[in-house]
């Protein structure tokens, strides 16, 4: 199985500034045939389900604000949250759909400082 | 507007069986794959298992940790997804979620979720 590791567990961003999560994946996740890294990334806030934010490491979902990115490549990618806003907070999950099973991270939490 | 709605959950003894269903509107149903993943309290998602679409031949796939325990199939007639869980386990207690999968053959990503019904499992 691929293990995601993400880091940090958690941390806290004062509003306005950039926040960065990072997961690490114990296998690449890039299909060399099409260039396309199968990883996603989901923001979670209490009582709802993952809201998909970013696909193939970088695509953003239609309706998600273009202060969140994603980038990276192979084993290594990062979620970037540029200015963060109250309601940034929340969990947010790496996952990996390359290979079966698929498998998450075990969530960052971000905070406001 | 893509909705999943997921029923069926509960309390059920360990050993006892459980069928979820999740009911799909707003999309072409059997060109896409259903996924199902669960969240036990306080922990991260886990995949359970997939089928995939007609186009595909339904296969599905499951995680290591319910294949042989839980089932998963469609009914394309009536935009219903289901998961059988049998020999359910007390580690089996968590909100299970069906996801919009891909038209692909793929695991894919989850673009959309229901609201997840509760499933647990104590004597």
């Known amino acids: 199985d691929i293990v995601m590791t993400q880091s940090p567990d958690s941390l806290a961003v004062s509003l306005g500034e950039r926040a960065t999560i990072n997961c690490k994946s114990s296998q690449s996740v890039l299909y060399s045939s099409n260039n396309k890294n199968y990883l996603a990334w989901y923001q979670q806030k209490p009582g709802q389900p993952p809201k998909l934010l970013i696909y193939?490491?970088?695509t953003r979902e239609s309706g998600v604000p273009d202060r969140f990115s994603g980038s990276g490549s192979g084993t290594d990618f990062t979620l970037t949250i540029t200015s963060l806003q109250a309601d940034d907070v929340a969990v947010y999950y790496c996952?990996?759909?390359?290979?079966?099973?698929?498998?998450f991270g075990q969530g960052t939490k971000v905070e406001i400082k | 507007e893509v909705y999943l709605v997921e029923s069926g959950g509960g309390l059920v003894q360990p050993g006892r069986s459980l069928r979820l269903s999740c009911t799909a509107s707003?999309?072409?149903?059997?060109?896409?794959?259903v996924n199902w993943v669960r969240q036990a309290p306080g922990k991260g998602p886990e995949w359970v298992g997939f089928?995939?679409?007609?186009?595909?031949?339904?296969?599905?796939e499951y995680a290591a940790s319910v294949k042989d325990r839980f089932t998963i199939s469609k009914d394309d007639s009536e935009s219903v997804a289901y998961l059988q869980l049998n020999s359910l386990k007390t580690e089996d207690t968590a909100v299970y979620y069906c996801?919009?999968?891909?038209?692909?053959?793929?695991?894919?990503?989850?673009?959309?979720w229901g609201q997840g019904t509760l499933v647990t499992v104590s004597s």
């Open positions: 193939w490491a970088a």
């Open positions: 996952h990996q759909y390359h290979s079966s099973p698929s498998t």
């Open positions: 089928i995939r679409s007609k186009t595909y031949g339904g296969a599905t």
């Open positions: 996801t919009r999968g891909l038209t692909s053959p793929l695991v894919g990503y989850f673009d959309y």
């Open positions: 707003g999309f072409t149903f059997n060109n896409y794959a």
